[in-house]
C-alpha cells in the first residue's frame, strides 16, 4: 500500500504503470486501491484511467465543496474539489455542473488552483487593503495580493470569500453560513465612506482596479454598487481624476444607446468629490448573484495568448466553441471604441464573463474611460493631447469601424458640452473633436 501511495506522489498513475513500478499484479492493484477508498481520484484518460491520490489543505479535509449562489440567494454545491497529494486538484463534478469548471483538457485536472478560484484572489485598490489586514492577522500572508500563492488564496477563501465577486464560494465554511443582510447605506454617506476607504478602514468587496473605491448596497436604488471617487480639493490631480470619471459616466451612456451592454452608472458630488456609482451586474437584490469570471483568467487556462488583446482572445475562444461570435463581434467593436476614446487600460482584467454550462457569455463592460488622460503613478499630470489612430481590426470590416467612429464622436461631443469637466479639458476639446483627427 505504501510503495503505491509514494509512487502517486510523483503524479498520476494508469494500473500498468503501478504494476511496473510495484511488482504486484493487476489484481493486487486493483483490490489496494480500492482499499485506499475515498483516498483515491480516478481521472479519465483514454481506455486507460489514470489514479491519483488526495489530501487535505487549506485547513479542510481532501473533499472541498465549491458552493454556487442563485439569484435568489439560494447556495448549491456545485462541485467538489480534491486537493492532490503530488500538487494540482481534481474537479468532481455535481449534477448540473457547467462543463466548463472542467478546465482546458475537459478531464477536470489542474496543476494548480482552479482558473476561477485564481479569479477570486483580492486585487486592485481594495485588495491590496484586504490583504494589508491579513497580513496583520497572519505572518504569513504577504501585504500585497499580487504575491500570494495558491496556498494564500486558498486559505483566503475557505474564510474570508464570502463576498467576492460573483456567485462562487469555497468550503465547508462557506457552504454552512448563515448569510446575513448586507451592509447598507445612503449616498449622503458617500463621503464618509471614501474617507474611511483612504485611511484603510472599510476595505468592502474585493472589487478590482486601482482607482480608489467602495463596495455598498445603496438605500436609494436598492441595489448593491461599487462606487469610484475623486480625491478631494481642486488641484491639478482632482480635476484630472474627475474629469476622467465623467468620461466613464458618458462612455456608458453611448454604449446603452448603440446597445451594448455596459454598467448602469450615475455621478455624484459631494463633500468636495465626485463620485461615479456603477450598479453592479454580479448581483441581485439583496442576496442573489450572477457568475463573474475575468478574461484574464479564461484566457490563462484556455488560450494563454492575452498579450494579444481582447479581440485575438475572444476569437481564439470562439475557435474552441466556449464562446459565441455575437461576443467576438462586441468585443472588437467595444475594443475598438476603447482605443478612439483614449481608453489604454483594456487589460484582461477589465472584461469579464459569466459561467452558461459550456459556454461564457459577456457580461456588461466596465471600466470603459478615458484613462489615458488620468495622472500618472507618480502623481504627474501632462497637458491634454490625443490623436486617435485607427484601431487593428480582427474580425470586423470597414464598415463597422466607421459606426464606432460616429458612436466615439458623439462620446467626445458630449463630454464638451458636460459642464463638471475641468477648463483644461474643455479647452483641449473645445479645438476640435478627435475622432477629425484621425489619420
Known amino acids: 500500500m505504501s510503495d503505491i501511495r509514494d509512487y502517486l506522489t510523483k503524479g498520476p498513475a494508469t494500473s500498468k504503470e503501478i504494476q511496473a513500478y510495484t511488482g504486484l499484479s493487476q489484481s493486487v492493484v486493483s483490490r489496494k486501491l480500492k482499499e485506499l477508498g475515498d483516498l483515491v481520484i480516478k481521472i479519465r484518460n483514454g481506455r486507460a ?7 487535505s489543505a487549506f485547513g479542510g479535509d481532501d473533499k472541498l465543496p465549491l458552493v454556487m449562489v442563485d439569484a435568489y440567494g439560494n447556495t448549491t454545491v456545485t462541485a467538489i474539489i480534491r486537493p492532490l497529494l503530488h500538487g494540482g486538484f481534481f474537479i468532481e463534478p455535481v449534477i448540473g455542473m ?6 482546458d483538457a475537459g478531464n477536470g485536472l489542474y496543476e494548480d488552483l482552479p482558473y476561477f478560484l485564481s479569479d477570486l484572489c483580492p486585487q486592485g485598490f481594495l485588495g491590496r487593503q484586504i490583504a494589508g489586514q491579513m497580513a496583520e492577522i497572519s505572518d504569513d500572508f504577504p501585504p500585497d495580493p499580487r504575491v500570494w500563492t495558491s496556498d494564500h488564496i486558498g ?15 469555497f468550503g465547508e465554511q462557506a457552504r454552512l453560513r448563515i448569510r446575513k443582510r448586507p451592509a447598507s447605506n445612503s449616498e449622503s454617506e458617500y463621503p464618509e465612506l471614501a474617507d474611511s476607504v483612504i485611511s484603510g478602514e472599510f476595505p468592502g468587496s474585493s472589487a478590482g ?3 480608489p473605491k467602495f463596495a455598498t448596497y445603496c438605500k ?3 441595489s448593491h454598487v461599487i462606487v469610484k471617487f475623486s480625491p478631494k480639493g481642486e488641484n491639478e490631480v482632482s480635476q484630472r481624476w474627475r474629469d476622467v470619471l465623467i468620461t466613464e459616466y458618458h462612455a456608458t451612456k453611448i454604449l446603452h444607446a ?5 454598467a448602469e452608472t450615475q455621478i455624484l458630488e459631494k463633500g468636495g468629490r465626485l463620485f461615479l456609482e456603477s450598479k453592479r451586474f454580479d448581483r441581485i437584490g439583496e442576496y442573489g448573484r450572477m457568475s463573474m469570471v475575468s478574461l484574464q483568467s479564461i484566457d490563462n487556462e484556455f488560450t494563454g495568448i492575452g498579450f494579444l488583446g481582447w479581440p485575438k482572445v475572444l476569437h481564439a475562444l470562439h475557435q474552441r466553441q466556449i464562446v459565441s461570435f455575437r461576443h467576438v463581434f462586441d468585443v472588437e467593436s467595444l475594443w475598438c471604441f476603447g482605443k478612439l476614446i483614449n481608453n489604454t487600460d483594456m ?3 477589465n472584461l469579464s464573463f ?5 459556454i461564457f457569455k459577456l457580461l456588461p463592460v466596465y471600466d470603459m474611460c478615458s484613462m489615458g488622460f488620468a495622472p500618472k503613478s507618480g502623481g504627474e499630470v501632462r497637458p491634454y493631447d490625443f490623436t486617435p489612430q485607427p484601431p487593428r481590426l480582427v474580425n470586423l470590416g470597414p464598415g463597422n469601424l466607421q459606426d464606432i467612429k460616429e458612436m466615439a464622436y458623439d462620446f467626445w461631443e458630449r463630454v464638451r458640452d458636460d459642464s463638471r469637466i475641468s477648463n483644461g479639458f474643455k479647452e483641449f476639446l473645445d479645438q476640435g473633436n478627435p475622432i477629425d483627427r484621425m489619420a
Do not use: W
Open 347 to 349: 487589460h484582461l482584467g
Open 98 to 103: 457547467p462543463s466548463v469548471l472542467l478546465g
Open 155 to 169: 486559505r483566503f477563501l475557505m474564510t474570508n470569500g464570502d463576498d467576492m465577486h460573483g456567485n462562487l464560494k
Open 49 to 55: 484511467p489514470k489514479y491519483a491520490i488526495a489530501c
Open 220 to 222: 436609494e436604488r436598492s
Open 258 to 262: 448603440e446597445g451594448f451592454a455596459a
Open 209 to 211: 482596479g486601482e482607482q
Open 354 to 358: 459569466s459561467i452558461d454550462g459550456d
